[in-house]
């Protein structure tokens, strides 16, 4: 197949906002910082919920109330995410289409999403009642699971290339 | 022995050169350090957030605390031994590491604050913990904590970049 993304890749290295970040001294640890403190963010949100949906912790309150509290931080922190992410790969782009920790974050990056904004979110905001505890309790070890090879994956695009 | 001379004594072990030139357990204990921040300040965020009273309102503080403390204590844990790992890989440049220093100093800080806040506004929580709005002296210590947290992951992740590092220390 002689259809690839790499010369997408490459565009996004060569925009103005790549060349800045690379040729910047303190640009890319900065934005990397943001991308951790939201990371922090994020995985206390998730986790409040998922913990909760696998029954250990906080069990004396309605998982609906705390998916819907957790909400809006997720949310937050995941604007965070992405924005600094974006601007991290722009800077790095065509080293991220050769690393394997790349591609395999995105594969789990575009599941976790999905899967945190369909059936965790529909799951959580059921009346516990109706939905069998099972069900949450695999909900959350799915979002777990994912998100964490998510972070893993991330983290290891530094040791790459 | 001085501290660096400890430090120098540390790079010369036989785990210590073993770890900093391993392909795949050092980065393997980054991501440990890095996931476990999940699991530490990502539950200590949210019962800061629940002392500012902008989170999590109905649930009693002290229920939030205790509920979420194992898992603290839990990451806590795990990033202090993964966190110890990564020094003793790298214990010469990571002690003159400017933004190493800088991370003790407020770890230090963050401990200070926990632990004055249990001792003082935390022992009289029975008279707040279903107030939305916590008294001031736990907001204080909430907002102080997230405050020193995220400037700990900021030099945190700086000590990787060695833009200060003295010459001939790699």
């Not at chain 1, 069990?59 to 604007?79: D, K």
Request: overall charge positive; glycine content about 8%; hydrophobic content about 55%.
């Amino acid at each position: 197949m002689s259809w690839s993304l790499l010369p997408f890749f490459e565009w996004c290295e060569n925009t103005g906002v790549g060349h800045a970040i690379r040729n910047s001294l303190w640009l890319f640890p900065v934005i990397e910082s943001f991308h951790l403190l939201a990371l922090a963010l994020i995985g206390g949100a998730v986790l409040v919920v998922d913990l909760r949906l696998l029954g250990l912790v906080l069990r004396r309150q309605p998982v609906a109330q705390l998916a819907r509290e957790a909400h809006p931080w997720l949310v937050g922190g995941l604007v965070v995410m992405v924005t600094s992410g974006l601007l991290l790969f722009t800077s790095e782009a065509v080293k991220c289409y050769y690393s394997d920790a790349f591609r395999t974050k995105m594969t789990f990056l575009l599941p976790a999403l999905v899967f945190t904004f369909t059936v965790r979110r529909k799951v959580a905001a059921a009346d516990e009642s109706r939905v069998g505890p099972l069900w949450g309790k695999l909900v959350g070890l799915v979002s777990v699971t994912l998100w964490s090879v998510v972070g893993a994956a991330g983290r290891w695009i530094g040791f790459s290339g | 022995m001085s501290l660096l001379g400890i430090c120098q004594w540390l790079e010369k072990t036989p785990w210590s050169i073993a770890l900093h030139e391993s392909i795949w357990v050092y980065p393997l204990v980054e991501s440990v350090h890095v996931l476990t921040l999940c699991l530490f300040l990502g539950t200590a965020v949210m019962l800061d957030l629940r002392l500012l009273g902008v989170i999590l309102r109905r649930v009693p503080v002290s229920e939030a605390a205790g509920q979420l403390f194992r898992w603290m204590a839990a990451g806590f844990v795990l990033m202090v031994i993964s966190g110890s790992l990564l020094f003793y890989a790298i214990p010469v440049r990571t002690y003159l590491n400017i933004f190493f220093r800088i991370k003790v100093v407020m770890l230090v800080l963050a401990g200070l604050n926990a632990w004055i806040f249990h001792r003082t506004v935390y022992r009289r929580v029975a008279e707040w913990d279903l107030d939305p709005v916590t008294p001031r002296a736990a907001r204080v210590a909430g907002g102080l904590s997230l405050v020193l947290w995220a400037a700990i992951v900021v030099a945190g992740r700086m000590i990787a970049y060695n833009w200060f590092d003295q010459p001939g220390v790699h």
